[in-house]
RNA sequence: GUGGGCGUAGCUCAGCUGGUAGAGCACCCGGUUGUGGUCCGGGAUGUCGCGGGUUCGAGCCCCGUCGCUCACCCCA
């Protein structure tokens, strides 16, 4: 409130301490993808306009009202991302990354945009981790997409979470049922505007969160229904996949997804903590939109999941850990000589690959000590003129209040025992 | 785009039917000439979001405006 300038509207920032819980979640959902062998990809966040016309679909709210576009010096129509699948796919096209083995498995991590009303865990500027297997169709790529999601969420101590997944099957079931649904809401008592909604993507209906669309909808013809025994087969496929690794699942056969591009396996995880807002992440099966960009005809597989979301999911079920600033040791030089022998001391230790903090200024010896505990460090060392006349001192460990006398020399392998002692407790 | 709630200290908030602004936490110093967390003492901090109006007098009432927030549509 005091400053002149303040972040632009809904955006999500990240400062400490909460940081730290950013950066761990990033790495815990970044582990059971590299376990999967599917490497980084690091992309721009900014596109050619088009290529999410053309790749999210024109009939899309992402595409039709929530894009940041603008136009660049050169007149070119520029988009900030509003998700991941389009640019993974124009980059795997365009650099021929389809060209070897397949499937091609990549993960991605960064800020995505949507000009979207903010509310709670929805922002304009969101993150999101992802995950895309290109140029196989197998119901265990599915399950094992899944699973990479499933175990990061796990990995955090998530469990007031579920896994909905159905089925969008082929092409002519999706024609199939398509009639049938348009001609069921076709006798509908829609207001203007959700028939608009309805004509561009007839499935958003079941989306619907108002109680009367809800109840018109009940006994709307359902595209798991409609699937060919082939489509069903698959489905049935990717359930005992999942089954095999222990990852349950409900059958959502109402649950829609915002992106055009999607058909067969489609999945959402959604927690019960969030809000309005529950979806921690989602994706699916896309069969076309390769082809739709300009590459060959492969199909592939992928997910997002929202950070941002997750953290509050963590949040909500409290198991956010408390120990995510983690300091090994802190030093106090104790006069203005000491300094520099603090100093190197510091970094001599810092190269040995410890977590060192020391104080620095003049403050008292009691403000230093205060500082020390407030760093979280599990011990600290006073380092003046009686430790380097007598080439020992107090090293003290910061929960027990307790402290040894160690030899200067030695204290490099006398803190990495100590360090390990209070990793068992 | 539509609707609700809220803007007071760094943070969370209190402030009665209008009488000139407070608490807790955090921060700094000291009680202890070289050892933190508890305790005790002391200290700094506000254009009460902004602009206008009513009034002898506005944090409080009225109008406008900006911002934040939650929800709808929709989505991570």
Redesign the pocket.
């Known amino acids: ?2 400053g002149r300038y ?5 955006v ?1 920032e990240y400062f400490p301490p909460r940081s730290n819980i950013f950066a761990f979640v990033g790495q815990k959902l970044t582990a059971p993808a590299l376990a999967a062998g599917y490497e980084l990809i690091e992309l721009p966040i900014f596109e050619d306009t088009e290529l999410f016309t053309r790749g999210v679909g024109e009939s ?3 595409v039709s ?2 894009m940041y576009t603008f136009e660049d010096r050169g007149g070119r129509s520029i988009t900030l991302r509003p ?1 991941g699948t389009a640019g993974v796919m124009r980059a795997v096209i365009e650099h021929n990354l389809d060209r070897g083995q397949l499937p091609v498995k990549l993960h991605y991590r960064g800020p ?1 945009f ?1 000009a ?9 500027q ?3 981790f992802g995950v895309e297997a290109i140029g196989l169709n197998d119901p265990f790529i599915d399950a094992e997409v899944i699973g990479i999601a499933y175990q990061g969420f796990k990995s955090l101590g998530l469990n007031n979470f579920k896994l909905e997944i159905t089925s969008l099957g082929d092409s002519d079931s999706r024609a199939a049922h398509r009639t049938d649904l348009v001609k069921y809401i076709s006798g509908l008592k829609l207001d203007e ?2 028939k608009v ?1 309805a004509e561009k993507n007839p499935l ?2 079941f ?4 109680a009367e ?1 809800k109840a018109f909808m009940k006994d709307a013809p359902l595209l798991l229904d409609y699937l060919n025994a082939e489509s069903q087969e698959n489905f049935a496929n990717v359930q005992s996949a999942l089954q095999s690794i222990d990852i349950p699942f409900e059958i959502n056969p109402h649950m ?4 055009d591009y999607y058909t067969g396996t489609t999945f ?2 959604v927690h019960s903590g ?10 699916g099966r896309y069969d076309g939109l390769m082809q739709t960009l300009g590459g060959q005809d492969l199909s592939g597989i992928g997910f ?3 950070i ?3 953290i509050l999911a963590m949040e909500a079920e409290g198991v956010v850990p408390s120990d995510l600033k983690y300091i090994d040791l802190y030093v ?1 030089p ?2 203005a000589s000491f300094r520099t022998a603090a100093f190197e001391m510091v970094n001599r230790l810092r190269q040995h690959g410890f977590v060192v903090e020391q104080s620095f200024g003049d ?5 230093a ?6 760093s979280g460090a599990r011990f ?9 006349s007598s080439g020992s ?2 090293l ?8 040894v006398s160690v030899t200067l020399s030695a204290l490099a392998s006398t803190l990495a025992e100590k360090v390990k002692a209070s990793n068992k407790a």
Request: hydrophobic share 30%; glycine share 16%; no cysteine.
């Open positions: 409130m005091s303040q972040a632009p509207k809904g999500s899309t709210d992402v009202k929530e998700e995505f949507r979207e009303r903010p509310q709670a865990g929805r922002y304009r969101f993150y999101q505007e959700t909604r958003r209906l989306d619907d969160k108002r669309v829609v997804r915002g992106l959402e995880f969030l809000g309005a807002q529950s979806g921690i992440g989602g994706g997002g999941l929202g941002d979301r997750v106090i104790l006069g403050r008292g010896l009691k403000g000590m205060k500082a020390a505990d407030k600290s060392l006073v380092l003046g003129e009686a430790e380097i001192a107090e003290k460990d910061m929960s027990s209040g307790e402290s």
